[in-house]
């Protein structure tokens, strides 16, 4: 399965950028976007950053993919509230 994954850009390279995220220091294909400035958030799918994020959207994907990673670590049971935060759910 393919999940994009938030990065932050670190450094800028003509079509390329070395961002950061959740899996270290990854060059990333900035074709589809166009440069962004050191700072901005991207989405990183493939190597290739798919659209400019905030970084509240960053941090609420990161959070959705730690509630993932635990469900498929064999969590039994995971808080909502906790790893979706954007998400409302009537209870």
Do not use: H
């Amino acid at each position: 399965m393919c999940i994009g994954t938030p990065v932050k850009v670190i450094e800028n390279r003509d079509f390329m950028a070395v961002c950061e995220g959740r899996n270290g220091v990854v060059e990333v294909n900035m074709m589809l976007i166009g440069p962004q400035e050191e700072g901005t958030w991207v989405l990183n799918f493939l190597g290739s950053a798919r659209e400019v994020i905030t970084e509240e959207e960053a941090q609420n994907i990161d959070s959705a993919l730690d509630g993932l990673t635990a469900i498929m670590n064999g969590a039994a049971e995971i808080d909502v509230d906790t790893y979706f935060p954007s998400i409302s759910i009537d209870k």
